[in-house]
């Protein structure tokens, strides 16, 4: 299969031939089906500098070459170019199609079309991609009913069988689950002859066995693939996926006597992200099918938005927002590490959901984050069990699902500002009646974006990270310290990053009018700008 069968739609050349509007008729070549990418038309001596491949080269033999040697070295040239077969409209320049050209591409192996004279090149363009059009959205439909079939064969009780199962049923391909020690743990779709299990078998233990090799220690290996043909099979494996380095790698292995098309390759693509996830230690933690669901379909391309409603509570039909919650256990290491590991103590986890009322809690070493559905008119409210354990805690105010980013912001924010102070936990609080309320949105982020501007020509650490730190300073009422302490970085750090806001913003940071001024554009500065400056 050629390299453009796999990355576009193309269509078969007898769906020209048959076209009942085209009238064309293969005259030479070969008899076997050509798959047609574009189609192509110049009448210059050598057009293989504007030919790219897999297309129908349409000409009327304006600059045919006169003799038969020149016919032959033109037709040479168009297959070495990768033409997939040539079309020759007759008349005006030539009455019938020349027998050297004929001859040419009966010995070079090149199909040759030959075009009435009422049809144009134009309509032979036309109904080439309408064709290709429909080949497209066929693959894309056919690509969407397998995303909802292996969407809900991973909520099925058997999940990992089921995924297997329809992925060889749409693929046609024998399909297995291995470990990285190549033993067999699922297996889908009719057993091929020995030897392909063993063959497909040892190109996993091969596969994973390269990943782990090359990958850094301490961090996930990358997901890895392979392919092998022999004997009329074409074996292709791909580990599954990790989120950690810990645990034991997993290999997806198929088996078809037919080259894997785009479409196939895109089903593999999803069944390997939803094995990842059947297979994680976090979905041995809860398998609560909607919640479940919901992670399948945001891991397929779904926005939070859309799976949002799928993760409130069954019972609640107006929890439509979310708190979002940032922690810190200042007891421990602030970076991961080997025996500090989320899934290492699941009695803390569960009792952190518990006090906090949501079982959507992650713990990455020293880091907490968590969701928690709720309504508009929810309070937060910092659970006593959290300081108990050792946690800091920072709550954003209730958002719809489109405002998480925000929210983000806000408890990373809230959390900074209870690690300041020393505080248990800070809820981030809108209040209405502020001077902020008198001010059109897009004026004020207009302001704030010109006002900070200037410090995107500053050097390292980047603009963001003095936001950051202006931010902090200025929430803290300008104590260096407890803004180091908030910011994990050196209180000359934090007066070397304030001299530098002072400097490209021309303004004196000890002045309280200055601060009110700042404070305010800080408060509507676009969260997308602060994005692309950490990008």
Same mark, same amino acid.
């Given at each position: 299969m050629?390299?453009?069968?796999?990355?576009?739609?193309?269509?078969?050349?007898?769906?020209?031939?048959?076209?009942?509007?085209?009238?064309?008729?293969?005259?030479?070549?070969?008899?076997?089906? /050509?798959?047609?990418?574009?189609?192509?038309?110049?009448?210059?001596?050598?057009?293989?500098?504007?030919?790219?491949g897999?297309?129908?080269?349409?000409?009327?033999?304006?600059?045919?070459?006169?003799?038969?040697? +020149?016919?032959?070295?033109?037709?040479?040239?168009?297959?070495?170019? +990768?033409?997939?077969a040539?079309?020759?409209?007759?008349?005006?320049?030539?009455?019938?199609?020349? /027998?050297?050209?004929?001859?040419?591409?009966?010995?070079?192996?090149?199909?040759?079309?030959?075009?009435?004279?009422?049809?144009?090149?134009?309509?032979?363009?036309?109904?080439?991609?309408?064709?290709?059009?429909?080949? =497209?959205?066929?693959?894309? /439909?056919?690509?969407?009913?397998?995303?909802?079939?292996?969407?809900?064969?991973?909520?099925?009780?058997?999940?990992?069988?089921?995924?297997?199962?329809?992925?060889?049923?749409?693929?046609?391909?024998?399909?297995?689950?291995?470990?990285? @020690?190549?033993?067999?743990?699922?297996?889908?779709?009719?057993?091929?002859?020995?030897?392909?299990?063993?063959?497909?078998?040892?190109?996993?233990?091969?596969?994973?066995? /390269?990943?782990?090799?090359?990958?850094?220690?301490?961090?996930?290996?990358?997901?890895?693939?392979?392919?092998?043909?022999?004997?009329?099979?074409?074996?292709?494996?791909?580990? $599954?996926?990790?989120?950690?380095?810990?645990?034991?790698?997993?290999?997806?292995?198929?088996?078809?006597?037919?080259?894997?098309? *785009?479409?196939? =390759?895109? *089903?593999?693509? *999803?069944?390997?992200?939803?094995?990842?996830?059947?297979?994680?230690?976090?979905?041995?933690?809860?398998?609560?099918?909607?919640?479940?669901?919901?992670?399948?379909?945001?891991?397929?391309g779904?926005?939070?938005?859309?799976?949002?409603?799928?993760?409130? &509570?069954?019972?609640?039909?107006?929890?439509?927002?979310?708190?979002?919650?940032?922690?810190?256990?200042?007891?421990?290491?602030?970076?991961?590490?080997?025996?500090?590991?989320?899934?290492e #103590?699941?009695?803390?986890?569960?009792?952190?959901?518990?006090?906090?009322?949501?079982?959507?809690?992650?713990?990455? +070493?020293?880091?907490?984050?968590?969701?928690?559905?709720?309504?508009?008119?929810?309070?937060?409210?910092?659970?006593?069990?959290?300081?108990?354990?050792?946690?800091?805690?920072g709550f954003?105010?209730?958002?719809?699902?489109?405002?998480?980013?925000?929210?983000?912001?806000?408890?990373e924010?809230?959390?900074?500002?209870?690690?300041?102070t020393?505080?248990?936990?800070?809820?981030?609080?809108?209040?209405?009646?502020?001077?902020?309320?008198?001010?059109?949105?897009?004026?004020?982020?207009?302001?704030?974006?010109?006002?900070?501007?200037? $410090?995107?020509?500053?050097?390292?650490?980047?603009?963001?990270a003095?936001?950051d730190?202006?931010?902090?300073?200025?929430?803290?009422?300008?104590?260096? #310290?407890?803004?180091?302490?908030?910011?994990?970085?050196?209180?000359?750090?934090?007066?070397?990053?304030?001299?530098?806001?002072?400097?490209?913003? #021309?303004?004196?940071?000890?002045?309280?009018?200055?601060?009110?001024?700042?404070?305010?554009?800080?408060?509507?500065? &676009?969260?997308?700008q602060?994005?692309?400056? @950490?990008?």
């Amino acid at each position: 299969m050629t390299e453009t069968e796999t990355v576009q739609p193309s269509v078969p050349l007898s769906v020209l031939l048959a076209h009942p509007g085209l009238g064309l008729s293969q005259v030479a070549g070969p008899a076997e089906d /050509r798959l047609i990418g574009t189609v192509g038309t110049t009448e210059i001596e050598d057009p293989t500098p504007y030919l790219v491949g897999g297309e129908l080269f349409l000409t009327a033999g304006v600059r045919l070459p006169p003799d038969a040697e +020149g016919i032959d070295t033109y037709v040479a040239r168009v297959v070495a170019a +990768g033409v997939a077969a040539l079309g020759f409209g007759v008349a005006p320049v030539h009455q019938e199609i020349p /027998r050297e050209l004929v001859a040419a591409c009966d010995r070079h192996g090149l199909p040759l079309l030959r075009l009435p004279p009422d049809t144009p090149f134009v309509a032979v363009g036309q109904a080439a991609y309408a064709a290709i059009a429909e080949a =497209r959205n066929r693959d894309l /439909r056919e690509i969407s009913d397998a995303q909802s079939a292996l969407t809900a064969a991973a909520a099925r009780p058997d999940a990992l069988q089921a995924v297997l199962q329809q992925l060889s049923t749409r693929t046609g391909a024998w399909t297995a689950l291995f470990d990285a @020690q190549g033993n067999e743990l699922f297996s889908a779709g009719p057993r091929p002859a020995s030897p392909t299990p063993r063959l497909l078998r040892d190109l996993a233990i091969r596969t994973t066995a /390269r990943s782990t090799r090359d990958h850094v220690k301490g961090r996930p290996p990358p997901p890895a693939a392979a392919a092998h043909h022999v004997e009329g099979v074409h074996l292709t494996v791909h580990t $599954l996926p990790r989120a950690d380095s810990t645990g034991t790698p997993l290999i997806l292995g198929q088996a078809g006597t037919a080259p894997p098309t *785009m479409v196939h =390759r895109q *089903m593999t693509g *999803m069944a390997t992200v939803l094995l990842s996830l059947l297979t994680s230690p976090r979905h041995a933690l809860s398998t609560e099918t909607r919640s479940v669901g919901a992670l399948v379909r945001l891991m397929l391309g779904a926005s939070p938005a859309e799976v949002a409603t799928a993760l409130a &509570p069954s019972d609640d039909s107006t929890g439509d927002h979310w708190i979002v919650v940032h922690g810190r256990h200042l007891h421990m290491p602030s970076r991961p590490g080997p025996t500090s590991r989320p899934d290492e #103590d699941p009695a803390q986890l569960a009792a952190l959901a518990t006090a906090l009322g949501t079982p959507y809690v992650h713990i990455d +070493g020293a880091h907490l984050l968590a969701l928690i559905p709720g309504t508009p008119e929810t309070t937060p409210s910092a659970p006593a069990l959290a300081a108990v354990l050792g946690w800091t805690l920072g709550f954003s105010t209730p958002v719809p699902a489109t405002d998480l980013p925000r929210a983000d912001s806000q408890a990373e924010r809230a959390l900074q500002r209870a690690i300041a102070t020393g505080t248990p936990a800070v809820i981030h609080r809108d209040e209405a009646l502020t001077l902020n309320a008198l001010v059109s949105p897009a004026a004020a982020r207009e302001l704030a974006r010109t006002r900070f501007a200037p $410090l995107a020509r500053a050097g390292a650490p980047g603009a963001s990270a003095l936001l950051d730190t202006l931010r902090t300073w200025l929430s803290l009422h300008g104590s260096w #310290d407890r803004t180091a302490a908030a910011l994990q970085v050196h209180r000359n750090t934090v007066r070397h990053r304030l001299a530098r806001v002072a400097e490209l913003l #021309d303004v004196d940071l000890q002045d309280p009018g200055v601060r009110m001024e700042l404070w305010f554009a800080l408060h509507w500065l &676009p969260d997308e700008q602060t994005d692309e400056d @950490q990008a």
